[in-house]
């Protein structure tokens, strides 16, 4: 039995690179604690371990992942049952999966992967995905949200710069299930203009929690 509803408005991605002192479970753990204290309305979390921390410290909603490099598979968020599994187990209320239309590891389509995170780990699916094709495709494939996140970020969208917010508009328009804006926000006032536009919630990363990125970015500019 499935629990948990899609949160709406603001959802904070807790992530860190992995040579970063903040790839730790305490840190994201704090970092996602601080955000739901200050009205975030869920957290996107990576791997088990994050997961598990976060869940230790909050309540709201935990939209989980697991990115993982496999060998000649193309796609990395969650791309099998058992990542979503160990998300699952580790305390995730939602499963977000790669949706887009790249190959997938061998044996498992989309539509079985849902089914299955619906079945057996009782848990939502939210589908990444980065073109109209592949999002109307995740929705019949049976996903409770589906997500504009790597808009900008597959050889098929690689010339655009995300937020996708056409894409957003299009996807408003022809699904049925909320629609989710995430990728490439970096203001208050462009999360506004995803809500705006119809999604449902609005997913912000480097710009609330990307200490590592947000530096760099500064470095590269004032060059001292």
């Known amino acids: 039995m ?14 860190a690179p992995a040579d970063s002192p903040l790839h730790d479970p305490i840190a994201i753990a704090a970092m996602a604690r601080a955000a739901v204290n200050r009205g975030a309305a869920g957290v996107r979390i990576d791997s088990p371990d994050h997961v598990a921390a976060v869940r230790k410290q909050v309540s709201a909603p935990i939209i989980g992942i697991w990115k993982r490099q496999l060998p000649g598979c193309e796609i990395y968020i969650t791309p099998r049952f058992e990542d979503a599994r160990a998300i699952a187990t580790s305390g995730a209320d939602i499963i977000a999966v790669d949706a887009t239309l790249r190959n997938r590891p061998a044996g498992e389509e989309l539509k079985t992967l849902i089914a299955r995170i619906h079945s057996e780990l009782g848990k939502l699916v939210m589908a990444d995905v980065d073109t109209i094709e592949a999002a109307i495709a995740a929705a019949e494939a049976g996903a409770d949200t589906v997500a504009t996140t790597l808009f900008g970020y597959t050889p098929q969208t690689q010339s655009f710069s995300p937020p996708g917010f056409d894409l957003l508009a299009q996807m408003v328009e022809k699904l049925k299930v909320p629609v989710i804006c995430e990728g490439g926000i970096a203001a208050p006032l462009m999360a506004k203009k995803a809500l705006d536009l119809g999604a449902a919630a609005v997913v912000v990363g480097t710009d609330i929690t990307g200490i590592d990125l ?11």
């Open 2 to 15: 499935i629990n948990c509803q899609i949160p709406t408005g603001l959802i904070v991605s807790c992530q």
């Open 214 to 224: 947000k530096v760099t970015a500064y470095k590269s500019v004032i060059g001292k």
